[in-house]
C-alpha cells in the first residue's frame, strides 16, 4: 500500500513540474517525463524493450492538459500567434501520427540517443544564439508545412512537445520570445495530440503490454501527471509574463541542458 501511495505521488509531483515549465517557458514537459517515466518503468520490471516506448507515449498523452492549460493561460495575455499555429498544424500531424509508427520498427538504443542528442543540439543552439543573423520573413503555406512536419517527427519521436523546435524557428521568423512561448504551448497540444493518437495505434497489437495500458500509454501515470499539471501550468504563464526575456531565455537553456546531463548518466 505505501508503494502504490509513493508511485501516486511521484506521478503527481512529477505533473507540478511539468505544469509549471509547460505554462512558465512554452514546453510540455516531455523532457523531464520521459527520463523520469523511463526509471520509474525499469523499477517497476517493464519489459525491457517496451520501457522508451511507453515513456514517449505516456510522455505525449500526459503533456496535453498542461499544453492546453498552459495556451490557454498565454491566450489570455495575447501571446499566441494563431495564424503560425494553424500554417504549422497540418504537417504536425502527419508526422505525429507516424511518429508512433516508427517508433515502434526502430531500435530501442536509437531512440534513447536520438532523445539524447536532440537534448543537446536545442541545449546548445538557444544558450549560445545559434541563429541566422538577420531575421527570416514567416514562409508561405508549404513552408510552414514543412517546418510543421519537422517540428511534429522530431518532437514525436522524442516524446516531447514542439517547443525545443518551434521556439528557435519563431525566433528566427523575428516572433517576439514571449510570443514564441505563449503560442509554442499551442503549438505543443496539436504535437501531443497527433503523437499520442500515433502511439496508441501502434501499441494496440504489441503483444505483452503491462497491464492499464492503452497502446504505449500507461494510464495511471497518465492520470497522475494530467491531474496536477492543468492547474499548475496557468501559474507558470502568470510568471512568464512577469520576468526579463533575458532570464527565460536562460532558464529554459539550463532546465534543458541539466535534463540531458541527467539522461546520458543514466543511459
Known amino acids: 500500500m505505501a508503494g502504490e501511495a509513493l508511485t501516486w505521488l511521484t506521478y503527481a509531483g512529477l505533473g507540478v513540474l511539468v505544469g509549471f515549465f509547460s505554462g512558465l517557458l512554452g514546453i510540455g514537459g516531455g523532457s523531464m ?15 525491457p524493450d517496451q520501457v522508451m516506448h511507453l515513456s514517449l507515449g505516456t510522455s505525449l498523452a500526459a503533456i496535453l492538459a498542461a499544453t492546453a492549460s498552459g495556451a490557454r493561460a498565454h491566450h489570455a495575455h495575447g501571446a499566441v500567434r494563431a495564424d503560425i499555429v494553424k500554417g504549422l498544424a497540418p504537417g504536425i500531424a502527419v508526422a505525429g501520427l ?26 546548445a543552439q538557444i544558450l549560445f544564439g545559434l541563429k541566422p543573423r538577420r531575421e527570416r520573413p514567416l514562409p508561405g503555406r508549404a513552408g510552414l508545412f ?18 525545443m523546435v518551434s521556439v528557435p524557428f519563431m525566433t528566427w ?31 494496440l497489437t504489441e503483444p505483452s503490454l503491462p497491464p492499464w495500458t492503452v497502446g504505449y500509454v500507461y494510464l495511471p501515470a497518465l492520470l497522475g ?31 534543458l541542458l541539466a535534463l540531458a546531463a541527467k539522461l546520458s548518466v543514466s543511459l
Open 173 to 203: 521568423w523575428g516572433v517576439p520570445f514571449r510570443t514564441a512561448i505563449g503560442t509554442s504551448a499551442a503549438i505543443s497540444f496539436v504535437v501531443a495530440a497527433a503523437g499520442t493518437i500515433g502511439f496508441v495505434a501502434a501499441g
Open 98 to 123: 507516424a511518429a508512433g509508427a516508427i517508433a515502434r520498427v526502430a531500435p530501442v538504443a536509437l531512440l534513447k540517443y536520438f532523445f539524447l542528442a536532440f537534448m543537446f543540439y536545442v541545449t
Open 225 to 255: 501527471i494530467s491531474v496536477t499539471s492543468v492547474f499548475v501550468a496557468p501559474w507558470g504563464a502568470r510568471l512568464a509574463h512577469r520576468l526579463p526575456v533575458g532570464l527565460l531565455k536562460k532558464v529554459f537553456a539550463v532546465f
Open 33 to 47: 517525463i520521459v527520463p523520469t517515466l523511463g526509471l520509474v518503468f525499469v523499477a517497476f520490471g517493464f519489459p
Open 146 to 163: 514543412g517546418v510543421g512536419a519537422l517540428i511534429g517527427g522530431l518532437s514525436g519521436l522524442a516524446g516531447v512537445g514542439g517547443a
